[in-house]
């Protein structure tokens, strides 16, 4: 991003063109880290929550960490989250097919959705294999 474009052999039609087009982008990046930053803030209420309710341990053996609906045997049966290894209901949770097991829907969240859309696993992964390499060993944490 720290090039400049040079419009100067541009028509001023086009120059504005080209404008618009930055402008229309710089505007949709900015939407989309809004949206990941409204998604990070409710993942840290939900870990709050989750973090108060896991100290009451039995409660969570009859009901959903989530919704605190409680689990019943056919109605709404439970099931342990892969990620968190909480109990929670059908309404809260998805089956992932590849991994064979459920996720409960702030991990998806959390682990899925957010990373995928912030490139975190991407800079994790650059972070990981050059540990000392330009930016990436100092801008990101």
């Known amino acids: 991003m720290g090039r400049k474009l040079d419009l100067s052999k541009?028509?001023?039609?086009?120059?504005?063109?080209v404008w618009e087009v930055v402008q229309?982008?710089?505007?949709?990046?900015?939407?989309?880290?809004?949206?990941?930053?409204d998604l990070k803030c409710k993942i840290e209420k939900e870990g709050t929550k989750r973090e108060l309710l896991s100290n009451q341990s039995h409660l969570n053996e009859t009901h959903c960490v989530h919704?605190?609906?409680?689990?019943k045997f056919l109605v709404n049966s439970k099931r342990q989250c892969l990620?968190?290894?909480?109990?929670t209901c059908k309404n809260c949770s998805r089956?992932?097919?590849?991994?064979q097991a459920w996720i409960c829907d702030p991990?998806?969240?959390?682990?899925?959705?957010?990373?995928?859309g912030s490139?975190?696993?991407?800079?994790?992964?650059?972070?990981?294999?050059f540990k000392r390499f330009g930016s990436y060993s100092m801008g990101r944490k």
């Open 10 to 17: 541009l028509t001023d039609e086009e120059a504005k063109h």
């Open 24 to 37: 229309r982008d710089f505007d949709l990046r900015k939407k989309e880290e809004e949206r990941l930053e």
């Open 67 to 71: 919704c605190l609906q409680p689990f």
């Open 83 to 87: 990620d968190c290894h909480f109990y």
């Open 95 to 99: 089956y992932h097919k590849k991994e």
């Open 107 to 116: 991990c998806r969240l959390s682990s899925r959705i957010v990373k995928i």
């Open 119 to 129: 490139l975190e696993w991407y800079y994790e992964h650059v972070r990981s294999r």
